[in-house]
């Protein structure tokens, strides 16, 4: 939420700039800007607009061989150019960008308002390049410091000053900076894919700690002068995985990406000798893994539907009792820690505010918590006692698809892992096993069916309102198919249990309501068929995503979406890649921007 970028070295900055916040775009996208920086002069370029906007008003021979830029996702004051960030002080000396929230910055304002300071937008980060200036005697890294510990809140924040050119200043708490090392070039980002044209080497800031950097290096430290010594790391991520790859859009690409991103969630996590799932960074000895008696999953959002199928699945075939929470409720219920309860926080980006918060929370109170992830190097696997990569590679879209279905399998090698400890046989934990095996040919088999899905959706999009309904493990993804649609279409659309409909949602239905079945060939089946007539009987449209091969549906569905028929675990899998293309299909018919859907970004790092 929200892109930083900055850049010392001896290219255009405006160049760098720009091409790091086309980037980092998809963590905010409402308005953008830069600063650059030339012999004791800096010059800020804003406006409202995405970075194309930007790039149009930015002059070509901007000079300045530094600087610094953000791409904005709006949370004190409206979208305008003022509100777009970099922020200055009264002079224009000092320069800043900002990713977080910061709280106290009303207080704050009052106070450098009654010293003189003229404020020109509406932002709680403007009070940071004031604050600096009124620090500031001559060694910005200095004033930084000094500003650091009065301002409350969260913050990824880059820094320039006129008279120290070539100088970039930042400062993290609770929003994420990374910074890059080239050859006579040094950057800084909120997350690496802005510096991946440029360089591999990534050094990771953590909460509290200061960096400079200048073209030919850096110091880190803390506010108290301690200086820090970092490890560098290597972004292991392809160039291409950033880039559409021939795809209209990156959700497109990623849509089609998941035989190939579930294949690497399991890669080298199969134990076939012993039939059961090897997770290698779960930090648990065998004798813990046996004493856990009961599981907690916190996520918010898809990775929330994704820890609702798990603990379903863990309850139901490894037999421990399971619960999904939101990690945005979990932080403020004052949660119980259990004795041999484990706890899963599950987050794409590893950064997201609520559930990093809930995280901690739990830490607090001494649980042991361990994060399924996909961003490497991102905050909460850093900070939690263990846990799983799910390897999927860059996920830029706004909506997740890919992290869902990658999530799943983790999710259910652990359950497998924890089922065959227990009371699973060999010759049952061999078939989990292979299902598990299977998937990414079975998601290509649904794939292959997407001219069809596509044809559905197309019939059905100008509809305003939609049903989603399933049950048992395919609630949740009933949940997931609904998030898709209105957040990528903003077609209204709810997700019950199709038991539940029965108990009030049934009143929406009418002719002009759809309701989207999820019909898996499971023990459910005919109960979820008999939800069905109960919808048909009030004049309701059925859409069916149903098992090949049984004509039942055919009586009363208006459309089926067909799926494999599969090992009853795997419906989630099976289902929600239809319903991803579903949403996607509606989507780009009404021609929505799928990839960045108004209102949204990636990585919501504030609460
Ligand atoms: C929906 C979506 C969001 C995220 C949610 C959690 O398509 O992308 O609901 O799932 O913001 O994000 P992570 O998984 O990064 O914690």
Redesign the pocket.
Known sequence: MCGIVGYCGVKQASEVLLEGLKRLEYRGYDSAGICVGEGGCLTTVKCKGKIRELRSIVPVDLKGTYGIGHTRWATHGEVNDQNAHPHSDCSGNISIVHNGIIENYSVLKEKLQSDGHVFKSDTDSEVIAHLVSSLYTGDLEKAVKLAAPLLKGTYGIACVHADEPGVIIGARNGSPLVLGIGNDEMFLASDVTAMMSYTRQAVYLEDGEIVRIDAHGYTTSDVTDRAITKKIEHIDWELQEIEKGGFPTYMEKEIFEQPLSVERAMKGRLDKEIATGHLGGLNMTSSELLNVERVKLV??????HAAMVAAYLLETVARIPSTAELSSEVRYKNPVVERNALHFV???????AD?LYAMRELQRKGARVLGICNVVGSTIPRESDGGVYIHSGPEIA???TK?FTSQLTALYLFTLLMARMRHLSFEAGSRILEAIESLPGLIAQVLSNADAIKTVAHKYCAHGNFLFLGRGLNYPVALEGA??LK?ISYIHAEGYSAAEIKHGPIALINEETPSMFLVPDDRLRDKVITSMKEVKARKGKIIALAVNGHGDIDEIADDIIYVPKANDILYPFLMVVPLQLFAYYCARKLGRDVDQPRNLA???TVE
């Open positions: 996520a918010t959002g898809t990775s929330y599950i987050s794409q980006s590893g950064e997201t559930t706004v909506a997740s992290a998030l898709k957040e990636k990585s919501v």
